[in-house]
């Protein structure tokens, strides 16, 4: 089945450092990929959708200028935390949906602590 | 707008008993319903999906129907395992355009 890469796994930065988490598509071609928060024990909450070549729709209350994302490529897209502080952690899960097909295939997350 | 209700847990079983997570939705037209399960530290993977009213999805011994008369799409299996253990989550899509997950649901299995 389709292979979604999210790297790093895991990462612990300082405050006030950027972070860069990238998204990879490994067998297929997505147009789309999604970026998500989940808080422990809670559900994911979308934050922005990604379109190759355009910029981020974000959701409401999502602040764009502190999460940068970039869709460059039909096989990548990043998400930048910029300026990360302690209330960013969380566990961050991108999805990339196959051209075409009607399914999200998601990756295994990053787990994001700020000290 | 769109929404995704599940039963809340956590539900704890033993092994080789039935499960049922009920889930119900909210939404305008006709979503495509889903049901993703997440082990522990990892991301979502598909276990099954409905796209359109009397439909089942089934996977590894998971069932759900999507029931559009009463917007639900119940998760059930007949007998439980301890690998079973993990969070379950309902969700809904238009045209996977923009997916809404419930709140989840963890199962813990016991031998």
Redesign the interface.
């Known amino acids: 089945g389709a292979v ?1 890469s ?1 790297h790093p796994s895991w990462v612990i930065c300082k405050s006030g450092t950027s972070v860069k988490i990238e998204c990879r598509s490994l067998d297929f071609q997505a147009t ?1 990929m ?1 970026w998500y928060r989940q808080f422990p ?4 909450m ?1 934050m922005a ?1 990604s379109n190759e070549g355009s910029k981020a729709t974000y959701e409401q209350g999502v602040e764009k200028d502190k999460f940068l994302i970039n869709h460059a490529s039909l096989t990548l897209s990043t998400l930048t935390v910029t300026s990360a502080h302690p209330e960013d952690s969380s566990f961050y ?1 991108c ?1 990339a ?1 196959d051209q075409g ?9 990053t ?1 994001l602590s700020v000290l | 707008g769109d929404s995704v209700t599940q039963m809340e847990g956590p539900v704890t079983l033993s092994e080789e008993a039935f499960l049922t997570i009920n889930c119900t939705y909210t939404a305008t037209g006709y979503p495509s319903l889903f049901w993703y399960v997440q082990y522990p530290g990892e991301g979502l993977q598909l276990l099954l999906k409905a796209t359109k009213a009397d439909d089942k999805g089934s996977n590894k011994g998971f069932e759900a129907t999507y029931r559009k008369e009463t917007t639900s799409f119940h998760l059930e299996k007949g007998s439980v395992q301890v690998s079973d253990s993990a969070v379950y989550f309902c969700a809904l899509s238009h045209n996977n355009n923009d997916m809404r997950f419930g709140a989840g649901t963890r199962l813990t299995v016991k031998p």
Do not use: E
């Open positions: 979604v999210q789309t999604f024990k809670q559900s994911l979308l959708t899960i999805s949906r097909l009607p399914i999200q295939y998601f990756g295994a997350g787990r």
